[in-house]
């Protein structure tokens, strides 16, 4: 019996020993190097798989694709009985992967926020400065950061840092140690506009901040557990960690949430803007498609008709062509003294093939705008969709078992909450249910 592990390949790569495909179930499958852990992802199509094998790293393709993202659904598959296991695994950091992976990854690039948050700003002022301007409301620029004291804002997040005449120079070293802090007191932004300048005056803060961060992770996540001592670090690592991550959220959070909001209205007036135009549009091309339908039926009853006139026709030329064939050569038998003949033909005519008769033309009802036009767009009747009755077509053998397979598609959060529910007693052919623990970490 076919094995799944049967479709695994040696592939060149730093962090997978083999690959493989499943056709049939569209299941892709890597094995990591370091542990000998083998994970099917499921539901991926034939084109994403070419994709990944084709693709100059694997390892790469697999970071940038896979790695954190929670839309791809895989199960770990115990290991392969045909391959000899390593002794001793390599511990396994946050994600499933190892410390070996997680060095392979190349860190991200700091993100240049000045080019951005100034096309931002750029937009902004010239989107507000004439409702500034109607409001009789000063539109003077953007602050530069002298003229913006640090005492002047409500602060959030960081370590708060007096603030004095040396402030602008120790901003202007900025340190990035996982150790040392790199962010003192910050403002709550007001305002989207005031948000942005904030950004664009401390922007040297935040590349170091994520550059901090990113130390961290990697200093404090990749730790091997192997005793209770180290598992007791690990605990440390974690909580320091989980710190940094809500530190972090508190500091741009705020941040987040005032252009998210601006946005909110600006996308809340595009809509009220929009929505009589798009149900204006659709109204309008809901009632041309009712017309085109309807002519298009007409144009359709007329060539039917068209059809059997030219097949009335030929039908009666074919009689008519019959009937003289049969005259004649009955004629000739009489002639000729053959009178069995002459009886044979009046019992049974002589038979022509039908003759073709084009049918009449049938002009469009209709000539389509310029610039516009009508195409087919076949989709599934909804309210027509009978899975009984699909099922037992299957099991009647009416449809193949393998195509079904691939148009149902599992609920996968109803099974969840089953097998939450019902844990070890999960009982559902053709599934496997599994304990994939959680680690919580209780904030202060």
Known sequence: MASIYDVLRPVQSSMFSRAGYVDETWDLLF?????GEIRCYKNVSPEVA??????????????????????WEYEILGAD???????????????????EELNFIAPPPVPKVAPILEEIQRKMEAATGAMMAAAD???????????????????????????????????SSLVTDSKTEVLGTFPVPQNSIEAIAFLQMRRGEIEALIAQNKDQAIELGAISVIDPSTHMAAADNLKALVEKHDQTTGILEPFRATLYEAYNIAQNLKKAALDPLEQAITLVKRSMLSWEQKMEQE????????????????????????EQMTLAEMTSALESGDTAKAEQLVAKPIEVPLPYVPPAAVEPAYLPPSGQSTVKNWKIDEDSIDLIAFLNA???????????AKLIKADVPALNKLAKALESAFNVPGMRAYNDPVKKVRRK
């Open 31 to 35: 094995e990591f190097k370091s542990t």
């Open 50 to 71: 070419d994709e990944a094998f084709n693709a100059k790293s694997l390892g790469t393709w697999w970071n940038q694709n896979i790695r954190g993202n929670t839309s």
């Open 81 to 99: 009985p045909s391959q000899e296991q390593p002794e001793k695994a390599d511990p396994v950091v946050e994600g499933g992967l190892t410390e």
């Open 137 to 171: 409301v000063p539109l003077d620029g953007i602050p530069a950061e002298a003229d913006v004291p640090p005492h002047a804002y409500p602060t959030y997040g960081g370590v708060t840092r007096d603030s004095g005449p040396d402030s602008a120079q120790r901003d």
């Open 299 to 322: 144009r359709q009853r007329k060539a039917r008709e068209a059809q059997e006139e030219a097949d009335r026709i030929a039908r009666a030329l074919q009689q008519k062509q019959s």
């Open 394 to 404: 299957v099991k009647a053998g009416e449809y193949p078992v393998e195509q079904a």
